[in-house]
Nanobody, 126 residues
Framework: VQLQASGGGLVQAGGSLRLSCAASGRTFSLDMMAWFRQTPGKEREFVATNSRGGGNTIYGDSVKGRFTISRDNAKNTVYLQMNSLKPEDTAVYYC????????????????????WGQGTLVTVSS
């Protein structure tokens, strides 16, 4: 499975961006798809995750109410709509995926995901 993230860029505080992550390869095997983000010197932070059927959608506390994760299974693509962006949202955003369902408590764990995209940079100016 290969993941290709896109949609990053420069935006002013309060603005919006939509990230996309297209999966290719053995996409039929994918269940969980997620977004993480990372800034220099810090650990990768959980942003949001979504199961194939949509039954498990979870957000990180710092983005809850502002970001929305969604999927188009026909296109094998997961999206992250980011609204009301803040300078502290500046990071490289990575999409991730795994093939089998896991317990809810593990869905925020970076080590739970088998496949990773290359990252796309989001910069929010104040």
């Amino acid at each position: 499975v290969q993941l290709q993230a896109s949609g990053g860029g420069l935006v002013q505080a309060g603005g919006s961006l939509r990230l996309s992550c297209a999966a290719s390869g053995r996409t039929f095997s994918l269940d969980m798809m997620a977004w993480f983000r990372q800034t220099p010197g810090k650990e990768r932070e959980f942003v949001a995750t979504n199961s194939r059927g949509g039954g498990n959608t979870i957000y990180g506390d710092s983005v809850k109410g502002r970001f929305t994760i969604s999927r188009d299974n026909a296109k094998n693509t997961v999206y992250l709509q980011m609204n009301s962006l803040k300078p502290e949202d500046t990071a490289v955003y990575y999409c991730a995926a795994r093939t089998r369902r896991i317990v809810v408590s593990a869905m925020r764990d970076v080590n739970s995901y088998e496949y990773w995209g290359q990252g796309t940079l989001v910069t929010v100016s104040s």
